[in-house]
């Protein structure tokens, strides 16, 4: 809940606005600059996290340290996944790991480690360009295209 006074300077009346604020955190022992929601007074500056803000700015964090190990980022999950066309849960098994972890990887709560981003590019690379097994042959078989192009079978 947002406050209706600012604990800094009592301004009351909502003065709180919504703002993109750039701050360092720190992630497995390195530092980054990121860009996040925040609440700020309009009266004295005063700043603070607002409802769902800290889940933002942990995010914010999570893809920068992506970035610059060379991982995909939590949203290139995702896309990846629904361009595929796949349930978390059956993206899960074509991955061969637990669909918690799928679901962690895309809200950016945890980090993949680098064997399992090596393996989510393999295998969705794979998948996105190439019919894994012909479409018809098992329960567990995969056809895929890529979005405006024909399917491959």
Request: charged letters at 25%; aromatic letters at 10%; proline letters at 5%.
């Amino acid at each position: 809940m947002i406050p209706d006074f600012c604990p800094a300077c009592d301004a009351a009346d909502n003065p709180f606005a919504l703002i993109q604020r750039e701050t360092e955190q720190d992630f497995r022992g390195e530092t980054f600059r990121v860009t996040s929601p925040a609440l700020q007074c309009r009266h004295c500056g005063f700043g603070m996290l607002g409802p769902g803000h800290l889940d933002a700015l942990r995010i914010a964090t999570h893809d920068a340290y992506r970035r610059k190990h060379g991982f995909l980022t939590s949203s290139e999950i995702l896309s990846r996944r629904k361009a595929m066309g796949l349930s978390q849960k059956r993206f899960a098994e074509f991955l061969g790991v637990g669909s918690a972890s799928i679901e962690r990887w895309e809200s950016g709560i945890l980090v993949q480690d680098k064997a399992s981003d090596l393996l989510l590019r393999q295998r969705t690379e794979r998948g996105l360009y190439f019919n894994l097994r012909p479409a018809g042959r098992s329960k567990h078989s995969f056809a895929f295209s890529l979005p405006g192009s024909p399917a491959l079978t």
